[in-house]
């Protein structure tokens, strides 16, 4: 063996799996099974008290699932990842290591629509305030910043007009405000940015978007840096005070530079229950194995679709970092050199009932709430995905009732141009 470091690719298809060593199966196996049978008494109460690592119980771990958390952990830079059920259960797991009751964290006014919602009324009923900042506007992050602040949290890519984050600059206001940068980083996914290059120290995924691929799986994924400190200022005592439940342990004491990633494993999990079912994580590694030839597929062809768009007499305007008149493609070409993503938006002269018209004449343009497909996808922000907010609001995050958001597939591009140009007619 060579001692050089494996490139992105081969660890999208090599990272974490073994073949089998029972059976010698090549493709990892779908461990289906609830629970895993103790070597004997000693064996059960070690891993029961966190001395020794392996399998007790699916909702806790499984073998397939660890193949799908070593890739990821690997393919993102960082120490050890975890698989839950969903991209919302992702955050809800990595929040609730990180806030009590009465705490704050930041997030960017610009994210998917889901995550809007989530933090608005989910949260507030456990008692965690999501307060907003502009991610075009760095120091907004710092003003927001207050002594009950426990984390910020912002996409790589936002939604819904595929804008580029500036993830080193905000990662400096969490540095100065001591807490961990959070980034969503499922429309670039790490073939296009590795957020923890640029100082992120958590990221999350929706599995269910590029990662997965298909449109086949949900499932959500947590992955620790390693880089953060949370024994400082007893702001984080689920990493740093001993865990009754487990014979008093402190889990940053313990774990070092994965205590994040336990923790979200043996207090969030564990605890709340989001557990990735393991034929899911089988078929999200069967399309990581394939992200680095489809994400450039998507991007090269979400770059001509844009073009076509943005010479279109109906269009009033495109939202592409791709395009070099694009206001984000010089934060493209520092942290997306490979492309610019595939989500993105674009205005109709017509308005609203244009808009709505547009999606009912597509036809190979499927209209449905997702992206990451391989197929194309088209959806009318405002009267869906981001119907709940008001009108100043909608406009604010992107989804003025104008706006169009496109999710461009992996199909020849000169077929999806003359679905569109059907479509505007
Ligand atoms: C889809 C999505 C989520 C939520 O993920 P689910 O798997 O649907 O729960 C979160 N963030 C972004 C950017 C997404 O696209």
Same mark, same amino acid.
């Given at each position: 063996?060579?001692?050089?470091?494996?490139g992105?690719?081969?660890?999208a298809?090599?990272?974490?799996? %073994?073949?089998?060593p029972?059976?010698g199966?090549?493709?990892t196996?779908i461990?289906q099974?609830?629970?895993?049978?103790f070597?004997?008494?000693d064996?059960?109460?070690?891993?029961?008290?966190?001395?020794?690592?392996?399998?007790?119980?699916?909702r806790?771990g499984?073998?397939t699932n660890?193949?799908?958390?070593?890739?990821?952990?690997a393919?993102?830079?960082?120490?050890?990842?975890?698989?839950?059920a969903?991209?919302?259960?992702?955050q809800?797991?990595?929040?609730?290591?990180?806030?009590?009751?009465?705490d704050e964290?930041?997030a960017?006014?610009k994210?998917?629509g889901?995550?809007?919602?989530?933090?608005t009324h989910?949260?507030k009923?456990?008692?965690?305030?999501v307060?907003w900042?502009?991610?075009?506007?760095?120091?907004?992050?710092?003003r927001?910043v207050?002594?009950?602040?426990?984390?910020?949290?912002i996409?790589?890519?936002?939604?819904p007009?595929?804008?580029i984050?500036?993830?080193?600059?905000?990662s400096?206001?969490?540095?100065?405000?001591g807490v961990?940068?959070?980034v969503?980083?499922?429309?670039?996914?790490?073939?296009?940015?590795?957020?923890?290059?640029?100082?992120?120290?958590i990221?999350?995924?929706?599995?269910t978007?590029?990662?997965?691929?298909?449109?086949?799986?949900?499932?959500?994924?947590?992955v620790?840096?390693?880089?953060?400190?949370?024994?400082?200022?007893?702001k984080?005592?689920?990493?740093?005070?001993?865990?009754?439940?487990y014979?008093?342990?402190?889990?940053q004491?313990?774990?070092g530079?994965f205590?994040?990633?336990?923790?979200?494993r043996v207090l969030?999990?564990?605890?709340?229950?989001?557990?990735?079912?393991?034929?899911n994580?089988?078929?999200?590694?069967?399309?990581?194995?394939?992200?680095?030839?489809?994400m %450039?597929?998507?991007?090269d062809n979400?770059?001509?679709?844009a073009?076509?768009?943005?010479?279109?007499?109906?269009v009033?305007?495109?939202?592409?970092?791709?395009?070099p008149?694009?206001?984000?493609?010089?934060?493209?070409r520092?942290?997306?050199?490979?492309?610019?993503g595939?989500?993105?938006?674009?205005?109709?002269?017509?308005?609203?009932?244009?808009?709505?018209?547009l999606?009912?004449?597509?036809?190979?343009f499927?209209?449905?709430?997702?992206?990451g497909?391989?197929r194309s996808?088209?959806?009318h922000p405002a009267?869906?995905?981001h119907?709940?907010l008001d009108d100043?609001?909608?406009?604010?995050?992107?989804?003025?009732?104008?706006?169009?958001?496109?999710s461009?597939?992996i199909?020849d591009k000169?077929d999806?141009?003359?679905?569109?140009?059907?479509?505007?007619g």
């Amino acid at each position: 063996m060579s001692d050089r470091l494996p490139g992105f690719s081969t660890l999208a298809v090599h990272a974490g799996a %073994q073949p089998d060593p029972t059976t010698g199966a090549r493709a990892t196996p779908i461990y289906q099974t609830t629970s895993f049978v103790f070597n004997d008494a000693d064996h059960a109460a070690s891993l029961f008290g966190l001395q020794a690592f392996g399998n007790i119980y699916t909702r806790i771990g499984n073998p397939t699932n660890a193949v799908l958390e070593e890739r990821v952990a690997a393919l993102e830079g960082g120490t050890a990842a975890l698989a839950v059920a969903s991209g919302h259960a992702a955050q809800v797991v990595v929040l609730q290591q990180l806030l009590q009751p009465g705490d704050e964290f930041i997030a960017a006014r610009k994210l998917y629509g889901g995550s809007i919602n989530q933090f608005t009324h989910a949260f507030k009923s456990f008692g965690w305030n999501v307060v907003w900042a502009d991610p075009d506007d760095f120091a907004s992050f710092e003003r927001a910043v207050t002594p009950r602040t426990k984390a910020i949290f912002i996409e790589s890519i936002a939604n819904p007009a595929g804008s580029i984050t500036d993830i080193e600059a905000i990662s400096s206001v969490a540095r100065k405000a001591g807490v961990p940068l959070i980034v969503d980083n499922t429309l670039a996914s790490p073939y296009l940015i590795r957020p923890i290059d640029h100082g992120a120290d958590i990221v999350v995924h929706s599995l269910t978007k590029f990662l997965g691929g298909h449109g086949n799986s949900l499932g959500g994924i947590i992955v620790d840096a390693g880089t953060f400190d949370w024994s400082t200022g007893g702001k984080y005592p689920m990493l740093s005070e001993p865990r009754p439940e487990y014979h008093g342990i402190r889990l940053q004491e313990t774990f070092g530079n994965f205590a994040f990633a336990i923790a979200c494993r043996v207090l969030g999990l564990r605890d709340l229950g989001p557990a990735l079912s393991p034929f899911n994580a089988f078929m999200i590694l069967t399309g990581i194995e394939t992200l680095p030839l489809r994400m %450039q597929k998507h991007c090269d062809n979400a770059k001509a679709v844009a073009e076509f768009l943005a010479g279109h007499p109906a269009v009033a305007s495109v939202s592409y970092a791709g395009l070099p008149s694009d206001k984000y493609n010089q934060l493209a070409r520092k942290y997306a050199p490979k492309g610019a993503g595939a989500v993105f938006t674009f205005s109709l002269k017509g308005g609203y009932d244009a808009g709505v018209n547009l999606v009912s004449k597509l036809q190979l343009f499927s209209h449905l709430a997702n992206v990451g497909d391989t197929r194309s996808l088209v959806i009318h922000p405002a009267s869906t995905t981001h119907s709940q907010l008001d009108d100043a609001a909608k406009v604010k995050s992107g989804a003025g009732p104008d706006v169009v958001r496109l999710s461009i597939g992996i199909e020849d591009k000169e077929d999806l141009i003359a679905d569109l140009e059907q479509a505007l007619g």
